[in-house]
């Protein structure tokens, strides 16, 4: 299994390993060459999220490992989480489609930054969860009549629901019907934050 370093250090870029990825058409290839296979695999069959992932990341790493000696930077990660989760972005931008009232009341249209913020929320997450060994599962997504965007995990009596804004975003946790003992709440701005409410998820 591939060692994968936490997702804040990579911005450091990976050690010993040039340029990001955008800056030349051979890394360009590549990225065309990595995406073709994963695309062509529906999402949730034979592998898993996590083994797609890590299938994608070490081709990437073997590219970068070769001659040209180049470094992985957090653009290049984020590229293949984009590709791993399209299912999901694609979700995303559906909601840009909702109008005003989309609820048959008057729930305001999911607004354009918020909208943004939960793509770029989601993708970070799903790198806060590979940096557990855990796998990925796909959220239901929607949104508030205030205008965020809804992600909705459930596993067993345990749900979790993250409401993100335009520059935020926050979680509701839920094991059962009282809303005093059995739920809670707070920021979900934190990797530290996320990755226990994906422990407590799954666990």
Request: hydrophobic residues 35%; proline residues 4%; negative net charge.
């Amino acid at each position: 299994m591939i060692n994968v370093l936490p997702s804040e250090k990579y911005g450091i870029h990976i050690p010993g390993v040039g340029v990001s990825s955008s800056t030349s058409q051979a890394s360009n290839e590549f990225y065309h060459d990595m995406r073709n296979p994963i695309k062509e695999e529906p999402s949730g069959t034979s592998m898993s999220y996590k083994a797609r992932y890590q299938n994608a990341l070490r081709s990437l790493m073997g590219f970068y490992q070769g001659p040209t000696r180049r470094e992985i930077s957090i653009e290049d990660v984020k590229e293949v989480v984009k590709v791993i989760i399209r299912d999901t972005l694609r979700d995303l931008h559906d909601l840009l489609s909702w109008g005003e009232g989309w609820n048959g009341y008057d729930a305001c249209a999911p607004r354009y930054d918020a909208v943004i913020h939960a793509m770029n929320w989601v993708n970070q997450f799903f790198l806060d969860v590979m940096d557990l060994d855990e796998d990925w599962i796909r959220p239901n997504i929607t949104a508030s009549g205030d205008g965020e965007v809804v992600f909705g995990w459930r596993r067993g009596p345990k749900r979790l629901t993250i409401y993100v804004g335009e520059k935020s975003a926050e979680y509701v946790q839920a094991w059962g019907i009282d809303m005093e003992k059995d739920m809670d709440d707070g920021d979900a701005d934190l990797t530290s934050t996320r990755q226990s409410l994906w422990k407590w998820l799954v666990g």
